[in-house]
């Protein structure tokens, strides 16, 4: 069974950067894509970008210049970072896995139980 | 930018009724949207993907269909554990990829 997990800090200062790591365990890790998507609090889900195992990357415009994924699949892991954060970037982050065609890259068919991060002084 | 509109945004129902939440699209986008069900302080689980498949081990009362701009999820008979939150989705490749509002389902 996949699993997906997210570790990271639970509070992030204004103008910060804000930093997450997703370790899969149970299942391949290559050849697949792999994203983060967020979801601030009572509000709905805001795809973020995702990463091939290859390390090629796809981010939403609207966070452009401020996202940075990255892959260690030595490690079954996938990262995201995201500067100058404000408190607008307060959510809970969730990884995910997509198919393994970029066709499918948006069909999350395993999710991490996700991690609340507050950004704030 | 593709949008998403699902409508309702809420929905009342009761046990046993049939439902049927819709995804409209700005513009065509063949079959390439997914729907997924959020329970309160849960990740999403995918139901359906290619607008009309049913994910394995989701039920059969789960249905989709549509293409284009127009989509729908039905659930055909509401059971207690289908009281959640749906969101529609579109599916790469045309990033971004995008989710609709979303659509409240309650118990009546």
């Known amino acids: 069974q996949v699993q997906l997990q997210e570790s990271g800090p639970g509070l992030v200062k204004p103008s910060e950067t804000l930093s997450l790591t997703c370790t899969v365990s149970?299942?391949?890790?290559?050849?697949?894509?792999w994203s983060w998507i967020r979801q601030p609090p009572g509000k709905g889900l805001e795809w973020i970008g995702y990463i091939y195992y290859n390390g090629n990357t796809n981010y939403n415009a609207s966070l452009t210049g401020r996202v940075t994924m990255s892959v260690d699949t030595s490690k079954n892991q996938f990262s995201l970072s995201l500067r100058s954060v404000t408190a607008a970037d307060t959510a809970v982050y969730y990884c995910?896995?997509?198919?393994?065609?970029?066709?499918?890259?948006?069909?999350?068919?395993?999710w991490g139980q996700g991690t609340l991060v507050t950004v704030s002084s | 930018d593709i949008q998403l509109t699902q409508s309702p945004s809420f929905l009342s129902a009761s046990v046993g009724d049939r439902v049927t939440i819709t995804c409209r699209a700005s513009q065509g986008i063949s079959s390439y949207l997914v729907w997924y069900q959020q329970k309160p302080g849960k990740a999403p689980k995918l139901l359906i993907y290619?607008?009309?498949t049913l994910q394995s081990g989701v039920p059969s009362r789960f249905s989709g269909s549509g293409s284009g701009t127009e989509f729908t999820l039905t659930i055909s008979s509401l059971q207690p554990e289908d009281f959640a939150t749906y969101y529609c989705q579109l599916l790469s490749s045309y990033p971004p990829i995008t989710f609709g509002q979303g659509t409240r389902l309650e118990i009546k």
């Open positions: 149970g299942g391949s890790f290559s050849s697949f894509y």
């Open positions: 995910a896995r997509g198919g393994s065609r970029v066709l499918t890259a948006g069909s999350f068919d395993y």
């Open positions: 290619a607008a009309s």
